[in-house]
């Protein structure tokens, strides 16, 4: 009797700890997207919103990665012709309708800003990105923000010209997130 | 029947607009992206254009900011043409007057090598005969970088487009009232700074209980105005100035606040110390504006300068090249009486 109890403990360690370094699945549920630019003369800044991010962050016994995606369509940036000239003329949405980012494996530091990595497509080309993250571990799932730098040149990306104002290269992209089971 | 044949072609032609430092709230918070004068107001861009027709108007179409609201096709980008008429009713202390203020047109175009060339001309008040308030060459190295010289209004603290309100008008800077200056610009995506050296004018209008007019006043001196942005939709700023005429003199300092507080709201704030051969004087002006409906702005401002002027009103942009705007309020010069106050302002731009 005494044997089978023994036999059942070790049994329920072995169990939680299988279920332990059994990767978990965690669904982007809400999310926001935006990228800031400037555009000169006056150095505007320009501001675009609305994007949103789909995807699965896979956590495993001390990583996550994931995979995450944004239609490029979602953007706007408060003047309709300038997203129209953006989507045609510089994103060429109907040709690239997705941005993807490979978060590479990332040992999370809860409540602590950290650096990630991971691989940007945009524009049908495909780059190493760096980037700052801070994630929170939730009851359930992750909430995680933070930022990332693009050069437009980089991704083959004409830079934007709209009535006479002109992007600078350099965009700054921002995303919130929070990832469940 | 000049002025007639004047207006005629004033509403055939073209984009022009006075300042909107509330624009600030968009993320604009320099001028020069809308307008061709580095301190705003005249002369739209391409830009500022397509800005008239999404952020301003109640509604548009496409391209409606355009000369002859796109109706015509015009040559893009050789000359930008832009112009006001602008009628007010206004009524004070038992008098009520109803002028045409403003017809006027303006010009711009870029040549080679950075340097952009604008001039305005037109009908201002009760004057009969035309003039130009502004010309002026600017020559622009960088990015950051400009000079500029000729006829315009120096930067100093908030550049409102109503030039009465107690900031502009207790400080010099009413309607007519443009000197001409050298002006070295630098402005970057941190903030900006102008300083300005004023070269003085002969000819200025001004506006007393009579209405409009004509007289002359050669002040001499330096302005300087310099700007922080404050995040995406804000900026705070300082500005000092110092012109003298003959024995006289007047010197002042000033700090401003433009606060985007949502993209649908914001206060803009000034307060400013002027001292004079003869006196000190406080002046202070600060307005809350909300967008309750997109081209719809309820308003609500306040003036000190010894004397106060408060008003309470809307402003509409129904479509690009239209603005309505109807304020109720009161007002007391300094050492005067008070008096409830109505204005009615038609403003076509275009």
């Known amino acids: ?181 | 029947m000049r002025a007639v044949i004047l207006l005629l072609f004033l509403l055939l032609v073209s984009s022009k607009a006075e300042a909107f430092p509330e624009n600030t709230r968009y993320g604009y918070s320099g001028c020069g992206s809308c307008h061709v004068s580095p301190t705003g107001g005249g002369v739209l861009t391409e830009y500022g254009k397509r800005s008239t027709e999404d952020l301003l108007s109640g509604q548009s179409y496409e391209k409606e900011g355009d000369v002859l609201h796109n109706l015509v096709a015009t040559p893009d980008n050789i000359v930008n043409v832009g112009g006001d008429i602008r009628w007010i009713s206004y009524q004070a202390y038992g008098l009520r007057r109803a002028f045409l203020m403003q017809a006027d047109i303006e010009a711009a175009t870029e040549l080679p090598g950075g340097i952009t060339v604008a001039a305005s001309g037109g009908l201002y008040g009760k004057m009969s005969d035309p003039m130009s308030r502004r010309h002026y060459i600017r020559y622009q190295p960088t990015t950051e970088l400009s000079l500029r010289i000729g006829r315009f209004f120096p930067a100093y603290g908030i550049h409102h487009a109503d030039h009465t309100v107690v900031t502009r008008r207790s400080l010099g800077f009413g309607e007519g009232r443009e000197t001409y200056n050298a002006e070295l610009a630098y402005i970057a995506s941190w903030g900006e700074i102008f300083i300005t050296e004023v070269l003085g004018t002969d000819v200025a209008i001004g506006m007393d209980n009579q209405g409009y007019s004509l007289y002359s006043k050669s002040e001499l001196g330096l302005t300087a105005r310099a700007a922080y942005y404050l995040g995406e939709s804000s900026q705070v700023g300082l500005s000092l100035l110092r012109l003298d005429y003959k024995k006289d003199y007047r010197q002042a300092f000033g700090a401003y606040l433009l606060w985007g507080l949502t993209e649908n709201a914001y206060v803009l704030a000034e307060v400013d110390r002027q001292q004079t051969l003869t006196e000190p004087q406080f002046i202070a002006y600060t307005k809350l504006g909300v967008e309750t409906i997109k081209g719809l702005t309820v308003f609500m401002d306040y003036g000190f300068d010894g004397g106060y002027q408060t008003n309470l009103g809307v402003q509409w942009y129904p479509r690009p090249h239209y603005e309505i705007q109807a304020s109720m309020g009161a007002i007391a010069r300094r050492l005067g009486e008070a008096s409830d106050t109505a204005t009615l302002l038609l403003h076509h731009y275009f």
Not at chain 1, 57 to 68: I, L, P, R, S, Y
């Open chain 1, 1 to 181: 009797m005494r044997a089978l109890a023994i036999i059942a403990v070790l049994l329920s360690f072995a169990m939680s700890a299988g279920a332990a370094d059994k990767p978990v699945n965690l669904k982007v549920e809400s999310s926001t997207l935006t990228f800031k630019a400037v555009g000169n003369p006056g150095f505007i800044r320009i501001n675009g919103e609305k994007g949103k991010i789909g995807g699965v962050a896979v956590e495993n016994a001390d990583t996550v990665a994931g995979t995450f995606e944004a239609q490029m369509d979602d953007f706007v940036t408060g003047l309709s012709l300038r997203d129209k000239h953006m989507k045609e003329k510089y994103l060429e949405t109907k040709k690239y309708p997705k941005a993807v980012l490979a978060l590479a494996p990332l040992k999370p530091d809860y409540g602590k800003e950290q650096d990630f990595t991971g691989k940007l497509t945009l524009h049908g080309v495909t780059k190493d990105i760096k980037g700052k993250v801070t994630a929170v571990k939730l009851d359930k799932g992750v909430q995680a923000k933070g930022e990332f730098g693009v050069v437009l040149e980089d991704y083959g990306i004409a830079i934007p010209s709209y009535a006479g104002v002109t992007v600078a290269k350099d965009v700054t992209i921002s995303f919130e997130l929070v990832a469940k089971p």
